[in-house]
């Protein structure tokens, strides 16, 4: 498991480069939409540091993933160079905000179409379970994805399957601007598990050791040979659904009430009791983090745009 500073300094990561993103999609910079996770950090930060990409453990997840590839190990410079259009970006630059992939760092990528990771994440789940790798797969999704045909059927073909698939499920309340509430006849997505034989777990989503705590658990059940669970991180994303969304379906009062339950402020307040961190490292972890992400910035708003000639490299067919 990782240290709590250093979750603590990928949430500030995640978070200052996303408030930047926010900053270059006002400025035309950014091409296409993007999707922020700022307040969602510690989902992103808890679930990866629970898997191994070097013992082959792989992820995939929605299109609102900066996170989820940061933590698993893209650089800031191939992420920032993807989105503003540009070759170094880790697609070369097609890709954009919603489709960044690695496989390298088992990062399988985001996917644009609500729910279409999850039987991706069978699929390596599968590979894992026949070459007898011990290595999990991950499929994160947001509460809108539990609606979807595909969703069901993943999850009944892994519980069938016993695959060692881990499913988890960012419920920040909102399906694009519906409440949680209005498309669901139970209050809670773990409920559903039941109906398919796995287990689940509803976590606190603002608390990064908690996600930690729960994804380590899914893992090591999954390893073992116990099959899939289902893991529910009630978390909020302080921001609407993107970058054209004002947000105005929240109630009064709702984004503040979140806002108090901080992710990267509840880590900072723990290290402290803990005596593991002060206020004056916190203040310079900050400030390294959007150094980090200024100089990232700066390298790839160097880098060349796509040529024509790179426009079929990549494609599977």
């Excluded at 979807?148 to 399957?161: C, D, K, R």
């Excluded at 893992?219 to 040979?225: D, L, N, S, T």
Aim: a negative charge.
């Amino acid at each position: 498991m990782s240290s709590g500073v250093e979750k603590l300094r990928r949430m500030l990561e995640i978070r200052a480069c996303e408030e930047r993103v926010q900053q270059l999609f006002a400025e035309g910079l950014v091409r296409g939409s993007t999707h922020l996770c700022i307040g969602q950090e510690a989902v992103a930060v808890g679930v990866v540091s629970a898997i191994d990409s070097e013992r082959g453990d792989t992820l995939s997840c929605t299109y609102r993933g900066h996170g989820y590839a940061l933590a698993m190990g893209m650089s800031l410079r191939s992420l920032l160079a993807e989105l503003m259009g540009r070759s170094g970006g880790c697609c070369g630059g097609k890709g954009g905000s919603m489709h960044l992939t690695d496989p390298d760092i088992g990062f399988l990528g985001e996917f644009a179409i609500v729910g279409a990771n999850v039987p991706v994440t069978n699929g390596a789940a599968l590979s894992a379970q026949v070459l007898g790798t011990g290595a999990v797969s991950v499929a994160v999704f947001g509460d809108g994805a539990v609606n979807i045909g595909a969703w069901h059927e993943a999850v009944n073909l892994a519980a069938v399957w016993k695959l060692p698939s881990i499913f988890v499920c960012e419920n920040n309340l909102y399906g694009e601007y519906t409440p949680f509430a209005e498309t669901s006849p139970v209050p809670s997505v773990a409920d559903r598990a039941a109906a398919y034989g796995s287990p689940a777990i509803v976590v606190d989503g603002q608390d990064v050791d908690a996600v930690e705590e729960a994804a380590h658990t899914a893992c090591e059940r999954a390893r073992a040979g116990g099959g899939p669970m289902l893991i529910e991180a009630k978390n909020y994303r302080f921001v609407g659904h993107s970058r054209t969304d004002p947000a105005t379906y929240r109630p009064e009062g709702e984004l503040e009430e979140w806002m108090r339950r901080d992710p990267v402020q509840i880590q900072k307040q723990r290290l402290i009791d803990k005596g593991e961190l002060s206020a004056r490292r916190f203040t310079e972890m900050t400030r390294k983090a959007h150094e980090a992400v200024e100089e990232a910035l700066q390298w790839a708003s160097n880098q060349a745009w796509p040529v024509k000639s790179e426009v079929r490299e990549g494609i599977w067919v």
